[in-house]
């Protein structure tokens, strides 16, 4: 499995200059540091980009955003005008990052369930729920558990924003922070790589991890 992290800073001329205002626009400026490999069946199918990432949040000085993906981002960003904007630093992740038992992690969720009577996505509502959509989905899809006492859900919140051809666009987004203990291998990995949930195109999904000692 070869993995770039990298992280993109962008200083206040750049994000005017590539007209980043909304989650479509910066996903608009973060797919555009990467060559899209997928051919146009796969695109068709909606098959995954490879790309992960998870905004930081701004200052008056910038914003920062981390990046994982299955290639190597360009190491810069262009504007229309040929203008280059933007740093971004990569390294690979390295051998036998994933091979610990506990991580301490964040995230940023996208929370949805299936209405059993309309069949449609709705969002899941309230922190406490979040909390506990987040824990039983864990295991039985994503590979980890959470042990108890190691979940705090932050902020949640709704953005609304329109999509390239003009759709418009929810997406609920709740930040997730603790620790978790690996219990399949496999399916952890490809959770770290693929990203968990839904809403992975607009900054969902991303597993923040860092090895971590046993927890009590």
Known sequence: MNLTASILSLDRAAIQALRVTDPYSLHRVIYSLYDDVRSAVQKAASEPSGILYADQGGSRQGRAVLLLANRPPADHLVDEHGQVHGEVVSRPIPQGFLDHEHYRFRAIVNPTRRDSVT??????????????????????????????????????????????????????????QGGLVVTDRAQFRHSFSAGIGRGRAFGCGLLQIVPSGEFS
């Open 119 to 176: 069949r449609k996505r709705v969002a899941v509502q309230g922190r406490d729920a979040v909390a506990q959509w987040f824990m039983d989905r864990a295991p039985s899809g994503w590979g980890f558990a959470i042990p108890a006492g190691h979940l705090r859900v932050g902020r949640v919140e709704t953005l609304q924003f329109a999509d390239k051809a003009g759709r418009r666009v929810t997406l609920v987004q709740a930040h997730i």
